[in-house]
């Protein structure tokens, strides 16, 4: 029984990492300038109570004073004939801050700037790798939110 009982779970992980494996066959290769960022993420047990902010910037150095972000955008692509989305971030650029003024020989400090903007949540899901090209000069971090499973209910106005 417990022979079973392996054979059956090795078939299972072999199956679910060929099937990554060919979940991959979909997304091309980074064109030149560009890199491909790849995420697996882990199966949760409600994978709809969950979502992924991804991150897209770079390290830079400046003034720690001030707020910095990249101006640009992440885009969802449909790979035709696959139906599985991709990010995509074209340039990085031009970078802005807030003018608070600042000592003139204060140290610059090393900081990840963000693109700008609202973050960019996608939905949780296990079976699917998430896949993000941007330019080779840029970083690609994530973060995941958790809902609270309960509900509350609101007041009649």
């Given at each position: ?5 392996f ?19 979909a997304?091309?290769a ?13 199966p ?12 897209v ?15 640009g ?38 900081r ?26 840029a ?15 609101m007041k009649?106005?």
């Open positions: 029984m417990k022979t079973l009982f054979a059956v779970i090795i078939s299972l992980s072999a199956a679910i990492s060929g099937q990554a494996a060919d979940n991959m066959q997304f091309p980074a064109e030149e300038g560009v890199v491909r960022y790849v995420l697996q993420l882990p949760h047990r409600d994978e709809a109570l969950l979502k992924m902010e991804l991150i910037g770079k390290t830079v150095a400046v003034d720690k004073e001030n707020r910095y972000f990249f101006a955008r992440i885009e969802e692509q449909v790979i035709a004939g696959w139906s599985f989305p991709r990010y995509m971030v074209s340039k990085l650029g031009p970078m802005a801050g807030t003018l608070m003024a600042i000592v003139p020989d204060s140290p610059k400090v090393d990840f700037v963000s693109l700008g903007g609202e973050p960019y949540l996608i939905r949780y899901n296990s079976r699917l790798p998430v896949v993000v090209y941007v330019p080779e000069d970083e690609v971090r994530y973060r995941i939110w958790k809902a609270a499973a309960k509900t509350k209910p009649k106005g």
